[in-house]
C-alpha cells in the first residue's frame, strides 16, 4: 500500500504534490536563472501585466506583503524590473519587466517545460488532458461567486 499521503483529503494531496515539485525544482530554477520559482511568477505577473502594481501583484500571488516587498526588491536589484512612479498617482508605482528580465523569463519558461515533462512521466497523454481539464474546472469553481456562496451556506448551517 502506497504511503505517500498521510492524509486522505484532496486539498491535502495537492498541496503535497505542488509544494513536493516546487522544492525540488527550486535549486534547479536558481541555479540556471538565478531567481527562486516564486520571484519567477512575479516576474512573469510583471511581464504579463506591464505597469501592474504592488497592491495588485500581492493580490494575484496571495503572498503577504513583507514577502512581496521582498521579492520586488530582489527583482529590481538583478536588474530584471523597474519601478516608475504613477503619472496619475505619485504615490503609486507602475512595474515594468527589463530586456534583461524578459530573457530570464524566456530562459525559466523553457526550463518549466523541461521540468514539466519529468513531473507528469507517470501519466499517459489521455490522462495528462483529463487531469488538466478537472484542475482547470476545479481552479473556475473555487474562484466563482458559486463556490463562495455554497461556503457561506456551510458556514450559516455548521453555525446553527
Known amino acids: 500500500m502506497d504511503k505517500t ?3 486522505e483529503r484532496l486539498t491535502y494531496k495537492l498541496n503535497i504534490v505542488a509544494q513536493g515539485a516546487i522544492t525540488a525544482n527550486d535549486a534547479i530554477f536558481f541555479r540556471e536563472t538565478g531567481c527562486h520559482i516564486r520571484d519567477l511568477r512575479v516576474l512573469r505577473l510583471i511581464d504579463d501585466t506591464p505597469g501592474t502594481t504592488f497592491a495588485e501583484i500581492a493580490k494575484i500571488t496571495g503572498f503577504e506583503r513583507s514577502l512581496t516587498s521582498r521579492i520586488l526588491q530582489n527583482l529590481i536589484g538583478s536588474g530584471l524590473i523597474v519601478r516608475e512612479n504613477s503619472t496619475e498617482d505619485a504615490r ?6 527589463t530586456d534583461k528580465g524578459k530573457e530570464i523569463r524566456q530562459v525559466a519558461r523553457q526550463l518549466s517545460d523541461r521540468l514539466e515533462v519529468i513531473l507528469t512521466d507517470p501519466l499517459s497523454m489521455q490522462e495528462l488532458r483529463a487531469f488538466n481539464e478537472i484542475l482547470q474546472r476545479l481552479g473556475s469553481w473555487v474562484t466563482s461567486e458559486d463556490y463562495r456562496t455554497a461556503l457561506g451556506a456551510e458556514v450559516n448551517q455548521s453555525s446553527s
Request: charged share 10%.
Open 5 to 7: 499521503f498521510k492524509n
Open 92 to 97: 503609486m508605482f507602475l512595474l515594468f519587466t
